[in-house]
């Protein structure tokens, strides 16, 4: 028996499929989370333009809550370098975390 579970995030919605206890991701999308050194909600305003234009609007959120300052992005289109390249380039640090 499958059982889908809808995670919702502050920007965007990812959806599970859970199938005998392994997760299955849509494979249209890619789930990437970085560590980041923002720390604020005017941080993420300097940031905004620049994510909207790398992986699309509303496809991505901070956990500004989590000791790592979390950025998580869904998309097809978002390259890893070129993400923490764009961090770097507005004056903050980022690093993929890896499952």
Do not use: P
């Amino acid at each position: 028996m499958q059982t889908l579970l809808k995670y919702k995030w502050e920007s965007f919605n990812t959806f599970v499929m859970v199938t005998t206890g392994k997760h299955e991701i849509r494979k249209s999308s890619n789930i990437l989370v970085f560590k980041t050194s923002v720390q604020t909600k005017e941080h993420i305003k300097q940031l905004r333009q620049l994510l909207d234009k790398e992986a699309g609007r509303r496809k991505w959120n901070f956990d500004l809550e989590d000791q790592d300052k979390i950025f998580r992005t869904v998309s097809t289109k978002v390259n890893v370098h070129k993400t923490i390249q764009l961090f770097k380039q507005a004056g903050f640090n980022c690093e993929e975390l890896k499952d």
